[in-house]
């Protein structure tokens, strides 16, 4: 794999024409060109849009703009990964035609620079969370998704824009140290086979760290603007404001 690595995750790009999304694509269309100058890999782990359902022959004109740019940094030689998340699951091979080198409907476990790595969107992880496990085994299943692709794709996106709640980042994703203590637990056991996992999802930021092991959060392109990189065998988060 190519290095510099350059991770994001939870943008949650929408069908909006707000001043606020045009800023956030502007700021992230700055990122592919730094990646682009810089060199490397870029990896997106899940909920890139706050819905994308892959309808046969639509695409939502909001979000062209942003598959155009990502289809040029792969022509440019970046090779891009995508991990899909709870809000973006429903890609049916339109990314890998498009832009990116592979998508995982689930964790990837990769291996680079003597480092045993998994990146995961990282919902469901919890066990013990048994209404969310059973509702998002229901939408992912065969007869959901048929049943879905029978609505338009206003009324599709629709439905998903009313269940949301990206509108709200402020209020909805603050730091919360019992999520990420919850998390911390979660990773304890997986540290027995893997030295770092990435986790998405639950919008906290920052790299925890134990006995040589990295806990690292993914945090959000909502009001966070997180780039997680790694490059000469150092990891690191900035805040993308360029």
């Not at 806990?215 to 900035?238: H, S």
Request: charged residues 30%; proline residues 2%; hydrophobic residues 40%.
């Amino acid at each position: 794999m190519k290095t510099p690595l350059f991770i994001v995750s939870d943008n949650h790009f929408q069908r909006l024409d707000t001043k606020f999304e045009k800023e956030r694509k502007a700021r992230f269309y700055s990122l592919l060109d730094h990646i682009k100058d810089k060199g490397g890999t870029l990896l997106i782990g899940g909920d890139f849009f706050d819905f994308w359902f892959e309808y046969k022959g639509y695409i939502p004109k909001e979000f062209v703009e942003i598959f155009e740019r990502l289809k040029d940094l792969k022509n440019s030689g970046i090779d891009i990964y995508y991990i899909l998340g709870n809000h973006d699951y429903w890609d049916f091979g339109f990314f890998n035609r498009n832009f990116a080198l592979k998508t995982f409907k689930e964790e990837w476990n990769f291996d680079l620079d003597n480092q045993k790595i998994v990146i995961t969107h990282g919902d469901g992880i919890f066990k013990n969370d048994y209404t969310y496990r059973l509702f998002r085994r229901i939408i992912r299943s065969k007869l959901c998704v048929f049943l879905f692709n029978l609505l338009s794709p206003k009324v599709g996106y629709f439905i998903a824009s009313k269940i949301s709640k990206a509108d709200t980042p402020v209020d909805y994703y603050k730091d919360n140290e019992s999520v990420k203590h919850k998390v911390k637990q979660y990773a304890e056991k997986i540290w027995d086979r893997k030295d770092i996992l990435l986790v998405g999802h639950y919008h906290q930021e920052g790299i925890i760290e134990k006995d040589g092991k990295k806990l690292i959060f993914l945090g959000d392109w909502l009001n966070k603007f997180l780039v997680t990189i790694y490059d000469n065998n150092q990891w690191k988060q900035i805040i993308w404001d360029k």
